[in-house]
């Protein structure tokens, strides 16, 4: 039997991960404990990707809270055209952009923000997912997380290059994720090796960007609980208005 792929080996750490009754954070850190673990050079590796990307300031440009959030027109999982300004008609949007159904740490990512569904549908808001993947991969991430929300495709990752968030891995990363497993050219249809930083953006029904999270280090993520907040303020803000 031929001996198991680095990316198949951190499959069943993700399941208990996953499985955890703890905050996303420890999921995820979890994660990043056992591919330490599994191989040091590798981890050492994202080290320094995560650095070169920080001291370059990748992600500092995207926009702010106070700003409006840029516009976008891109198929989901099925191939539908999915646009802002229709997700907006219905309240306020999180905008989740994550790197793919291969990462590990974005299947816990979305599987965290399908929990908790319910709760931001609660508060009047809803999800959208967004990966350089093309659409049959969407599908799977979707399927993954059993999504209840759109997962759309950004091919090329042109609008995460709009909002300052793409960056080109770097050859030392592309071997290492080449040779664990992890080719990203099957599921981009593109040999760029361009991915987006991963980030979260909270925005309310008028296209204002009320909260982010971006860090160039791909093993952390924005707590749901912090999301929550965001909209809960929004939601009373909204409400005191009505008043």
Same mark, same amino acid.
């Given at each position: ?5 680095? !990316? ?10 996953? %499985?955890? *009754? !703890? ?9 990043? *404990? ?41 198929? $989901? ?21 994550? %790197? ?90 593109? *040999? ?24 160039? $280090? ?16 929004? !939601?009373?803000?909204?409400? *005191?208005?009505?008043?």
């Amino acid at each position: 039997m031929a001996e198991k792929s680095f !990316a198949e080996k951190l499959e069943a750490t993700t399941e208990e991960a996953r %499985r955890m *009754d !703890a905050p996303l954070s420890v999921r995820l850190r979890a994660v990043a *404990d056992k591919v330490r673990e599994l191989s040091p050079p590798f981890a050492d590796i994202v080290d320094r990707m995560v650095a070169r990307l920080a001291e370059n300031g990748v992600g500092l440009a995207a926009p702010r809270p106070g700003e409006p959030m840029p516009h976008f027109l891109l198929p $989901d999982e099925a191939g539908r055209l999915v646009s802002l300004a229709s997700l907006l008609e219905r309240g306020p949007v999180v905008v989740s952009f994550n %790197r793919g159904h291969w990462c590990p740490y974005c299947q816990l990512n979305v599987d965290a923000l399908a929990r908790a569904g319910e709760e931001i549908q609660a508060l009047g808001a809803q999800i959208v997912a967004i990966s350089p993947e093309t659409s049959e991969w969407a599908a799977q991430l979707k399927s993954y997380a059993q999504a209840p929300f759109h997962i759309l495709s950004d091919l090329d990752g042109a609008y995460a290059l709009e909002l300052g968030l793409l960056f080109w891995v770097g050859e030392e990363k592309k071997r290492a994720m080449a040779g664990g497993g992890f080719d990203i050219t099957l599921y981009q249809a593109n *040999d760029t090796w361009m991915l987006p930083v991963p980030a979260t953006f909270v925005i309310d029904s008028d296209g204002v960007i009320l909260a982010r999270y971006i860090d160039p $280090d791909y093993r952390r993520r924005m707590e749901v609980e912090d999301l929550l907040e965001a909209l809960r303020s929004d !939601a009373k803000r909204r409400a *005191d208005q009505a008043r």
